[in-house]
C-alpha cells in the first residue's frame, strides 16, 4: 500500500515534525511505501503550499496516486490566521483535499478553541461538516476524543484514539553519569527539566516559581527551549524567564535549539520533568520522558493525564505543583516571599477569642489575586516599555477599504461577494480607527509631555479629548528623542 504522509517535516524546528518523522521512520522499518508532502521544501519528496488553494489543489492531485493518505493537522499548516476571510480559505482547502483526495485520515494534534464570537456557532458548523469528510479521524486520547466530539457536536464513534508514542524512538544512547558530565551537571544533584519552545501556554514560570518554594541546595531546574517563531508577546515571555531565573541561583535556562539527540540526553540527565502547560492537547516531551522511565509532573489539561505513566504527577495549581515538586525531590517546602511565592501561611487567621485581622486578611486576599495572575497570565505584572510615538511623522490619511474589482467574471463576482459579506463587519472598525487617529493627531503633543520615558507596570488609559483640535506640526525642538 502506497501511503502519503502530508506533515511539516524536518528539517522544520517543530515538534509535528520530528513526530512526523518518527511516523515516517517506523512505517518504512516495516516495509511500507511512504513519501512526505511538506508544506515547504523539506527532507520529504514533494511540497506544496497548504495554506493557498492553488497549492490545496496540488496536493489533492498528488494525493489521488496513492491507495492511503494521512494529514498530520495542525491549525498553523493550513490557515494563515482565524478571522473569517482566512478561514473560509483555509476551510475551503481543507474541504477540497478531503474530498478530493481519496481515502485521508486525520491525525488531530489541535484544533483551534471555541470562543465566545458572533460567528462562533457557524465555525462550529463548518467544523462539524469539515470533520465528515475524512474517512477517519484520529487523536491521542479518550480525553481529546470526549473534547473535540463535544467542541464540534461530533459522534465519537466516528473518532479514534491512537498512542501517540507508539512511533517514538530513542535519539541517545549516553548513561546519565555521562550525560551530565557532558551538560555540566552535577552527579549529586536532583535535576527538574523544563523542555520545549518557549511560549507562554508552555508555563515555565509556574515550574519556576514553585521551584523557589523548595529548600535544598542540592536542586536545581533546568529550562531549555527557544522561541519557535518571534512575536513581542513570545519575546516578553522569554524575558520574563530571564528574570525569573536571576532570582534563583539554582535555575538555569538554557536557550537555543536542542537537536533531538541533545534533546534526549537532557532528559537521560534530569530527575523528573515538569510540564506545567497552560493549555495543549498532548505532549511529544511527555512520550519521550517515557522513554527514559523519567517521572514527569504535569498539569491536568488536554489528554495529559492518561498519557502520562504512572510514576508521574498530576496537578490543578500551585500548591499541588509544589507539593508534587517538594515529594519527587523529597525535599523541604520553604517559605518563600514576593513575587515567587505560592504559600499563603498563617495570614489573615482569625486569633484565638479574637477578631480577624482585616489588615492581614485584605494581604491575603491580594496575595492570592498575584498568584492567579502568575498561573494564569504570566505577563498580567510585566513592566512593558513606552514606544516613542514620531510626532512629526503622524499617522497619514485615513483608513480606506479596496474598491475590489468590477466585472462579470468569477473572480470579480467572488470579490464583490466577500466585499459584502465582510464590509458590515469591517467598516465600522475602519471608521473607529479613524476617529482615534484623528484625536490621537490633535492631542499628540499633550500625550507625548505626559507619557513616562521608561517603563510602566500597566497599560496607559485612553483619554478621550473633550473636543476635537486642529492638527499642529510641531516645531523640531519638541521632538522626543529616539
Known sequence: MRTLLITPFPPARDGLATYASQVYSKWRSEGHDVEVLSPEPSAGKYSADL????????????????????????????????????????????????????????????????????????????????????????????????????????????????DHGETFQRRSAVTRDDARSSLGIEADSFVFLCAGFIQPHKGFDRAIRAFANLDGKHLRLVVVGEMRVWTPEHQEYLDLLRGLAELDSRVTLHEGYASDETFDRWIVACDAVVL??????????????????????????????????????????????VDAMSELSASKTRRATGHSSYTDGAAGRRPRGGVPDRAALQRLVAGRAVLLHDWYDPLARMERPILDVPVSDPLAGHLALPSGQRGLGPKAIAQQVVRRLIDWRVVPIAIYVNALRDQLLGDTQ???????????????????PSAPQRRRRPSSESEPQS
Open 51 to 162: 495554506k493557498s488553494l492553488s497549492g490545496i489543489w496540488r496536493a489533492a492531485r498528488r494525493a489521488r496516486r496513492f491507495d492511503r493518505v494521512v494529514v498530520q493537522f495542525h491549525p498553523e499548516t493550513f490557515f494563515y490566521a482565524m478571522d473569517p476571510v482566512h478561514f473560509l480559505q483555509g476551510w475551503a482547502g481543507l474541504m477540497m483535499l478531503f474530498l478530493l483526495g481519496g481515502n485521508v485520515e486525520v491525525v488531530v494534534h489541535e484544533t483551534p478553541h471555541r470562543s465566545s464570537g458572533r460567528f462562533d456557532d457557524a465555525r462550529s458548523f463548518l467544523w462539524r461538516v469539515l470533520w465528515g469528510q475524512p474517512k477517519r479521524v484520529c487523536v491521542h486520547s479518550e480525553a481529546e476524543r470526549a473534547a473535540m466530539a463535544a467542541e464540534y457536536s461530533l459522534d465519537s464513534g466516528r473518532i479514534y484514539v491512537v
Open 276 to 321: 506545567p502547560y497552560r493549555h495543549i492537547w498532548s505532549s511529544g516531551v511527555a512520550e519521550r520522558a517515557a522513554l527514559y522511565d523519567r517521572p514527569v509532573i504535569a498539569t491536568d489539561v488536554g489528554g495529559l493525564a492518561e498519557q502520562v505513566r504512572s510514576s508521574s504527577r498530576i496537578v490543578r495549581d500551585a500548591k499541588t505543583l
Open 446 to 464: 499633550s500625550v507625548v509631555s505626559e507619557a513616562p520615558t521608561k517603563t510602566q507596570r500597566s497599560p496607559v488609559a485612553v483619554r478621550k
